[in-house]
């Protein structure tokens, strides 16, 4: 009689097994809105520089923000695992993201960022009928201020999620993801030029409604 060897590694493979036949993606697909919590942490940088000598100075500063945001999205299924989701996101408050003490740069104090929205991809993979991780790509653009001057700041937008299905019509969702902001000279002194730069990492909860 033949005896079978019941190892962890043969257990895995089982259980990924299972996961795939009950895998279904169809589960996931569909037009969408929620709401989003997010928790971003991001570090500020100023960096000033003369154009009539070499003087430069830059400064550094880390900030942390909370705030709402919307989604909505439209997931389609490819087979019985694969999803392949487009949304778009935006802020519903504006809270105020690094206040710069910047005076050799000749820019003052107090910067605030406002109408933030960004645009992604979402390809995903189904672990079972209500479980799905995906990989989060956008682009991101807002509005940040500094006293008088206002630019327009954009950036690039990458992640990772997990999204749950609790009912045939609403899910929850949590990700991380990074942003890295295009500089932009906000300096209002014709004699110096202030490169502004962020990054900020955000993690995010929310809860969405399918149609």
Sequence with gaps: MRKIVFTPIAALLMTLGSASAIAQASNFQGASVGIDWDYSNSKSTIHGKSLVNSDWVT?????????????????????????MGIGGKFD???????????????????????????????????LNDTAMIYVKLGFTKRETK???????????????GLQYVISPKVYL?????????????????????????SDSGTFSTGMGYRF
């Design 59 to 83: 400064y550094t500063e880390t900030d942390t923000t909370t705030r709402l945001a919307g989604h909505g999205k439209y997931q389609h299924a490819f087979g019985k695992r694969f999803v």
């Design 92 to 126: 519903l408050t504006n809270p105020d993201d690094g206040k710069l003490n910047s005076q050799g740069t000749h820019v003052s104090t107090g910067l605030r960022h406002k109408n933030a929205y960004s645009l992604y991809i979402t390809p995903g993979l189904a």
């Design 146 to 160: 500094a006293d008088t001057v206002q630019i327009d700041d954009s950036g690039n937008h990458a992640g990772i």
């Design 173 to 197: 969702q949590a990700e991380y993801g990074v942003t890295t902001w295009n500089g932009k000279n906000i300096s209002t002194n014709p004699s110096w030029s202030a490169q502004y730069a």
